[in-house]
């Protein structure tokens, strides 16, 4: 088979002109500034940060000092922040000694100041308008919602709760596994049946509810010593 030429019925890309540019087009001058400097040997090349900077008649020593005024004013700032965060503190800590059942709920495992303020001001209200735990639990977001036509039904995750309820009382159940015996005994055997953390977080939750659903209507503060399942597991052996 010939090889293809430029004198073959096809033109080689070598015999094709290069393409020049249209008429009245010219390339854009530099600006002077850099075509003076360009000129130069071992000149700088212009940046497009230039004059981004101090001027250059600055002193250096000016520098460092500046940054130190501005350390001081965020050191200022984080002292204001820290101090505000005090006084936040200190009028929790007032607030939850005037709720009539901050000691019913203080003594549950690993609550913490914050979170039984939570607990108390998104839970409880909840509690008191209720008629029973069914009804609580739903509106917390601790049962999911099961979806049932003809033969098949449906479990999926509750979507229409109090958001807020849900999260603190989340936060209690997630950490009291790690102090109670028996809330992490109830996790582990959610996560064996195949349950993810978050469904399992959720079970725990419906368990605590039951807990503090009793000792919100008696007003009996929560005692580990009454609490039978605790009290079970804490006579079992270790695993």
């Keep these: 088979m010939p090889a293809w030429t430029a004198t073959s019925r096809w033109t080689s890309w070598s015999a094709i002109p290069p393409r020049r540019p249209p008429s009245g087009w010219a390339r854009p001058a530099w600006p002077p500034s850099y075509a003076a400097t360009a000129t130069a040997a071992g000149a700088p090349q212009p940046s497009c940060f230039t004059g981004c900077g101090p001027p250059r ?33 200190r009028a929790l800590a007032a607030a939850l000694g005037e709720h009539p059942k901050a000691t019913v709920l203080q003594p549950l495992p690993r609550i913490g100041q914050i979170n039984l303020a939570q607990v108390l001001a998104e839970v409880g209200p909840i509690l008191d308008r209720t008629g029973d735990l069914s009804a609580a639990a739903a509106e917390v977001g601790a049962t999911p919602v099961t979806k049932q036509s003809g033969n098949s039904a449906v479990v999926q995750f509750r979507w229409a709760a109090n958001t807020r309820a849900r999260n603190a009382l989340g936060i209690f159940a997630d950490n009291s596994r790690h102090a109670s015996r028996w809330a992490a005994h109830l996790y582990r055997q959610a996560r064996r049946r195949g349950k993810r953390h978050p469904q399992a977080i959720r079970i725990l939750m419906r368990a605590w509810l039951r807990v ?12 580990i010593n009454h609490h039978r399942a605790e009290q079970r597991l804490a006579q079992e052996p270790a695993a």
């Design 57 to 89: 008649s600055q002193s250096t020593s000016s520098i460092p000092r500046s940054r130190v005024d501005c350390i001081r004013i965020q050191v200022r700032l984080l002292r204001s922040l820290l101090g505000s965060l005090a006084d936040l503190g």
């Design 212 to 223: 503090i659903w009793a000792c919100w209507h008696t007003g009996r503060p929560y005692d």
